[in-house]
């Protein structure tokens, strides 16, 4: 099949903000197609409509990372069209404003279930079709270090750990839920704040996923990367953000694209693409 041998990208939650602003970035400089996608039909073909107002050209796919039929639907699309993902970037996520009145065991619920658990979901599905030399970039959250330092130093020696595993992981992000629902996360060692705890979960799975790949993998030169864009002018960030769509988008493309035959970063969380602590 022909068609097997073109190279594409796909950009999750992309019909607007730092998403959107990825695949117009991609749409430059990516040679092979973009896709866009997004939960809405609608919204997505939209966005397409848009880009293709600006000159770029985008394909659509629907795709809603909180349910498993679409991701696998999406997944074996890209397997038989495409036979895999050159370019997998994990942007769709979520985040209750700071004035909402929403219970806080229900923040943790929500937010973990799209920024922790359906993304994890998406890379069990499409980790197995990135083809040799892809790239994969989880968009976390400079949030997640702050989280981080917030935690108990047992709970950060367990996230900062090289030989965490992703069950281990799993289940302090189901304990994290359970405590915040019970009202009694301070006490076992959590800060206040869902949206931080989702992020590093998410910068901690991309460590794990990069080991994994290392090790399943060696010889495909797959770089798996987690990154924060900054503070960026969203529907979810609000209009006072220091940063442009576009200037947030920077640092994922950057990771993205990164040329064939590199060796790192792998396994890191990036932010102005360099290299962050963790």
């Known amino acids: 099949m022909s068609s097997c041998v073109q ?14 602003a990825v695949v117009r970035s991609l749409c430059k400089q990516f040679d092979g197609d973009v896709f866009l996608t997004a939960r809405d039909v609608g919204r997505g073909q939209a966005a397409v409509e848009g880009l293709k ?7 659509f796919h629907q795709l809603d990372i909180n349910d ?11 397997r038989t ?37 359906a993304t994890r979901d998406m890379c069990n599905e499409f980790l197995p079709i990135i083809k040799s030399g892809g790239r994969v970039v989880n968009v976390s959250s400079g949030m997640g270090s702050i989280a981080l330092g917030r935690c108990s130093s047992e709970l950060q020696a367990r996230f900062r750990s090289n030989n965490i ?12 839920v359970k405590k915040a629902q019970e009202g009694v996360h301070n006490q076992s ?12 979960g998410l910068t901690t799975l991309t460590r794990i996923q990069a080991r994994k790949l290392t090790a399943e993998r060696p010889g495909d030169g797959i770089l798996c990367n987690a ?52």
């Open 68 to 78: 498993p039929a679409s991701v696998r639907t999406a997944r074996d699309f890209f």
């Open 7 to 20: 190279t594409v990208a796909l950009v999750t939650g992309s019909n607007k903000g730092i998403g959107l």
């Open 81 to 117: 069209q495409y036979g895999g993902v050159d370019v997998l970037i994990n942007n769709a996520g979520i985040a209750f404003k700071m004035a909402d009145t929403t219970p806080f065991g229900t923040q943790a619920e929500v937010t973990l279930k799209t920024n922790f658990f």
């Open 189 to 200: 060692g959590w800060p206040d704040t869902a949206y931080g705890v989702s992020k590093t």
């Open 227 to 278: 990154c924060c864009p900054g503070w960026v002018r969203t529907d979810m960030a609000g209009p006072n953000a220091t940063k442009s769509p576009d200037e947030g988008a920077i640092t994922l493309v950057y990771l993205a694209l990164l040329p064939p035959g590199a060796k790192e970063p792998h396994g890191q969380f990036v932010s102005e693409k360099k290299v962050q602590p963790w």
């Open 53 to 59: 107002g600006e000159g770029l050209s985008a394909l």
């Open 165 to 176: 595993t992703e069950e281990e992981l799993v289940g302090l992000m189901e304990s994290f």
